[in-house]
């Protein structure tokens, strides 16, 4: 892969759903999708933190950028002044993030340090401990439940009441992906999803 494409892997755009809902589709073509358009990309952006040092990684997931300087689509209207003040409290925090023992405690420190920074959500707290995971080799066991997420979780009947949940909840076509790609393909494919769950209950 030359460094063009590899750059390219980390483009800013939100990504688009593949394909629009369809009469016959199903969960299972749900995330075949997911796995053959959006997978490659996920990974490289964890990839792409992986190869930084520790403490440029976490000052670029604090300010949701990229080496060269792009912002990532979820961040993409949070006020700069808020991710500038993410990233000092992070790299203050820097000893605590690298101790860290899994996914659930790495996740409780990021919200502890910057979750309630006006301007910072929900979705920028688990994107940026999603960032920082890649580094530290640290992976979600469980589904973890925001914003565009809870859309596509409610879709396919999955409780909402508590913000991270379990695999085992999910319908086995989930199973073939991990925790941070079901989490994804519940945002970008919300619409098919929905689509399914009105058919099935319409009997078509």
């Known amino acids: 892969m030359n ?3 590899d750059r390219e892997l980390l483009v800013t755009e939100c990504p688009k759903p593949i394909r629009a809902p369809r009469r016959n589709d199903t969960l299972a073509r749900v995330v075949a999708d997911y796995i053959k358009h959006r997978r490659r990309r996920a990974r490289k952006e964890r990839t792409h933190f992986a190869k930084l040092r520790l403490r440029e990684a976490v000052r670029l997931a604090g300010l949701a950028q990229t080496k060269e300087g792009k ?3 979820h961040q993409r209207r949070v006020p700069t002044a808020a991710l500038r003040r993410s990233a000092d409290r992070l790299q203050d925090a820097l000893p605590d993030l690298k101790a860290a023992r899994d ?3 790495l996740y409780a420190l990021v919200q502890a340090t910057v979750g309630e920074l006006r ?3 929900a979705l920028t707290v688990y ?3 999603n960032r920082l995971g890649g580094k530290l080799k640290l992976e979600p066991r469980r ?3 925001h914003a565009g997420t809870l859309a596509g979780a409610r879709a396919i009947g999955i409780p909402t009441e508590q913000d991270v949940v379990a695999m085992s909840v999910f ?3 989930f199973r073939r992906l991990r925790p941070r790609e079901v989490e994804d393909a519940l945002c970008i494919f919300e619409a098919r999803l929905r689509h399914i769950k009105a058919r099935r209950r319409g009997g078509g």
Do not use: H, M, N, W
């Open 3 to 5: 460094q063009a494409q």
């Open 171 to 173: 319908p086995k076509e």
């Open 119 to 121: 301007g910072i959500g």
């Open 143 to 145: 589904v973890y439940l």
């Open 127 to 129: 994107d940026t401990a």
């Open 103 to 105: 996914f659930d405690a």
């Open 71 to 73: 912002r990532f689509s």
